[in-house]
């Protein structure tokens, strides 16, 4: 059991430049607030006296933070000696948290990090990832410790669930006026997720081909003429503009798709019935989906099928030209 001994401080004693074991981030929540407000501070917060005479905080730094903003002092403090290690205290704050809440991505990326000054990687992953609800794995071990390269702004939306942590580490390796440019372009209209991820590596894959930055591929006249089309709902715009990037990077496929539509459409194929080209229309094998409910639907369009394999316009879908 760690030795502490409680005393009263002033918050002027705090030492709130020192983040050693800050692993907090994130608006102060208002129902903490509240509970401070209204019936004070319950859980003492445990500092720790540093060799300057300022104290460090290691648990407690939003209570700490509120009790400022309320201008409540003295407080009463754990204080633990100055013989405890730095990491030590580090992994106090840690297993405090973590025992009270989950952390978000952004914390999770912080207890990598700081304790990465005091483990090895193989440590960090075996102990820290688990406890973080992550898999084990030194690829995420990776992701998470670059998402504090990122700027503010980029950091806030991730912790406040408005960016996933996925699009975070996509955007990661990116100059910061192209993190910029994705950042606001998912801001202002509704991607989902994997859409997301599937237009950062298109726009990047456009600009890598035409020497051109992800930035100035999303602030292209034709991207820019359908983030603006307002008379269509923001629904439609993000299809669009999605047709749009995925034409730019593969003309030729996204020409043969719409060719192919056209003519499965001409072909008025039974209801249940789907056409499903091979990957990419590379290759021979095509397939046939079929859904029904009772053996004499199955033995009809079965029948149906085989009327139609015969038809010109069927065969004329799987021409590559």
Same mark, same amino acid.
């Given at each position: 059991?760690?030795?502490?001994?409680? /005393? #009263?401080? =002033?918050?002027?004693?705090?030492?709130?430049?020192?983040?050693?074991?800050?692993?907090?981030?994130?608006?102060?929540?208002?129902?903490?607030?509240?509970?401070?407000?209204?019936?004070?501070?319950?859980? +003492?917060?445990?500092?720790?006296?540093?060799?300057?005479?300022?104290?460090?905080?290691?648990? %407690?730094?939003?209570?700490? !933070?509120?009790?400022?903003?309320?201008?409540?002092?003295?407080?009463?403090?754990?204080?633990?000696?100055? #013989?405890?290690?730095?990491?030590?205290?580090?992994?106090?704050?840690?297993?405090?948290?973590?025992?009270?809440?989950?952390?978000?991505?952004? @914390?999770? #990326?912080?207890?990598?990090?700081?304790?990465?000054?005091?483990?090895?990687?193989?440590?960090?992953?075996?102990? $820290?990832?688990?406890?973080?609800?992550? @898999?084990?794995?030194?690829?995420?071990?990776?992701? /998470? +410790? +670059?998402?504090?390269?990122?700027?503010?702004?980029?950091?806030?939306?991730?912790? %406040?669930?408005?960016?996933?942590?996925?699009?975070?580490?996509?955007?990661?390796?990116?100059?910061?006026?192209?993190?910029? !440019?994705?950042?606001?372009?998912?801001? @202002?209209?509704?991607?989902?997720?994997?859409?997301?991820?599937?237009?950062?590596?298109? *726009?990047?894959?456009?600009?890598?081909?035409?020497?051109?930055?992800?930035?100035?591929?999303?602030? #292209?006249? @034709? *991207?820019?003429?359908?983030?603006?089309?307002?008379?269509?709902?923001?629904? =439609?715009?993000?299809?669009?503009?999605?047709? =749009?990037?995925?034409?730019?990077?593969?003309?030729?496929?996204?020409?043969?798709?719409?060719?192919?539509?056209?003519? *499965?459409?001409?072909? +008025?194929?039974?209801?249940?019935?789907?056409?499903?080209?091979?990957?990419?229309?590379?290759?021979?094998?095509?397939?046939?989906?079929?859904?029904?409910?009772?053996?004499?639907?199955? !033995?009809?369009?079965?029948?149906?099928?085989?009327?139609?394999?015969?038809?010109?316009? $069927?065969?004329?879908?799987?021409?590559?030209?």
């Amino acid at each position: 059991m760690t030795e502490k001994e409680s /005393y #009263s401080i =002033q918050l002027d004693e705090v030492d709130w430049n020192d983040a050693s074991c800050l692993i907090t981030y994130g608006p102060l929540p208002d129902k903490l607030t509240l509970s401070i407000q209204t019936v004070g501070l319950i859980q +003492k917060p445990l500092l720790q006296r540093n060799r300057d005479g300022l104290l460090r905080i290691v648990c %407690g730094s939003r209570r700490l !933070a509120v009790c400022q903003q309320l201008g409540l002092e003295p407080l009463s403090c754990e204080i633990l000696p100055t #013989s405890i290690s730095p990491e030590t205290c580090l992994r106090m704050a840690i297993y405090d948290n973590i025992a009270q809440r989950d952390l978000n991505p952004v @914390e999770k #990326s912080l207890v990598l990090t700081k304790m990465a000054q005091h483990e090895d990687q193989a440590q960090l992953i075996q102990e $820290f990832m688990p406890l973080l609800n992550l @898999e084990p794995s030194t690829v995420i071990f990776g992701r /998470y +410790k +670059k998402l504090l390269l990122m700027e503010e702004s980029i950091l806030d939306a991730i912790a %406040g669930g408005t960016l996933h942590e996925r699009i975070g580490f996509v955007l990661s390796p990116l100059e910061q006026g192209d993190r910029f !440019a994705f950042f606001n372009f998912f801001q @202002e209209l509704p991607f989902s997720v994997s859409v997301q991820e599937e237009l950062v590596e298109t *726009v990047v894959e456009i600009g890598r081909r035409d020497n051109l930055t992800p930035r100035e591929v999303l602030d #292209s006249a @034709e *991207v820019n003429d359908l983030r603006r089309a307002h008379k269509r709902s923001a629904r =439609q715009r993000v299809q669009e503009i999605r047709k =749009q990037l995925l034409a730019t990077r593969a003309p030729r496929l996204t020409a043969r798709e719409e060719r192919f539509d056209r003519e *499965v459409g001409k072909l +008025k194929l039974p209801a249940g019935v789907r056409v499903v080209p091979p990957p990419y229309f590379e290759g021979p094998r095509w397939s046939l989906e079929c859904t029904f409910e009772r053996g004499d639907e199955l !033995a009809t369009r079965l029948r149906q099928l085989a009327e139609l394999a015969d038809q010109p316009e $069927f065969k004329q879908i799987m021409e590559s030209e």
